[in-house]
């Protein structure tokens, strides 16, 4: 059994990732994320995913190249589709956020021991009167 209510069941989402081409976007996707790309060259900052629902193409395109039955979200496209493009991250509050990657400021590298200048010749010039005693 199992009533079905008139609403379609939520599209699985790895069978709708699996049906999109792994070597190129289709024409919906190439559109959206021209889009996106768009959106996100308008501010410098991370922009929150509710921000990028309110725009009406972004929000057209959204509709219509995702299944509306919530199975895939804009969140869960972006990351694995156009995630080399733009970076998806969590803001202190938890909120995914968006951004053109290459546009923020990347966290520093882990500090490693800096190699000495070019041109010194050995260690410094303390003069050879032996270190402090031990």
Same mark, same amino acid.
């Given at each position: 059994?199992?009533?079905? *209510?008139?609403?379609?069941?939520?599209?699985?989402?790895?069978?709708?990732?699996?049906? @999109?081409?792994?070597?190129?976007?289709?024409?919906?996707?190439?559109?959206?994320?021209?889009?996106? @790309?768009?959106?996100?060259? %308008?501010?410098?900052?991370?922009?929150?995913?509710?921000?990028?629902? %309110?725009?009406?193409?972004?929000?057209?395109?959204?509709?219509?190249?995702? +299944? *509306?039955?919530?199975?895939?979200?804009?969140?869960?496209?972006?990351?694995?589709?156009?995630?080399?493009?733009?970076?998806? %991250?969590?803001?202190?509050?938890?909120?995914?956020? @968006?951004? @053109?990657? *290459?546009?923020?400021?990347?966290? +520093?590298?882990?500090?490693? +021991?800096?190699?000495?200048?070019?041109?010194?010749?050995?260690?410094?010039? $303390?003069?050879?009167?032996?270190? $402090?005693?031990?």
């Amino acid at each position: 059994g199992g009533k079905s *209510g008139g609403k379609k069941p939520p599209v699985d989402k790895e069978e709708w990732f699996a049906a @999109l081409p792994s070597d190129q976007l289709t024409g919906e996707e190439a559109m959206l994320r021209e889009a996106l @790309l768009d959106w996100l060259a %308008q501010s410098p900052r991370p922009r929150k995913f509710s921000e990028v629902s %309110q725009d009406p193409k972004i929000q057209r395109l959204r509709n219509a190249l995702l +299944p *509306g039955s919530g199975g895939v979200l804009l969140q869960d496209w972006v990351v694995r589709r156009v995630g080399g493009e733009i970076d998806v %991250q969590k803001d202190a509050s938890g909120q995914s956020e @968006l951004s @053109l990657r *290459g546009a923020t400021p990347e966290p +520093p590298p882990p500090t490693t +021991p800096a190699p000495p200048p070019p041109g010194g010749k050995g260690g410094s010039p $303390a003069g050879g009167k032996g270190g $402090a005693p031990a």
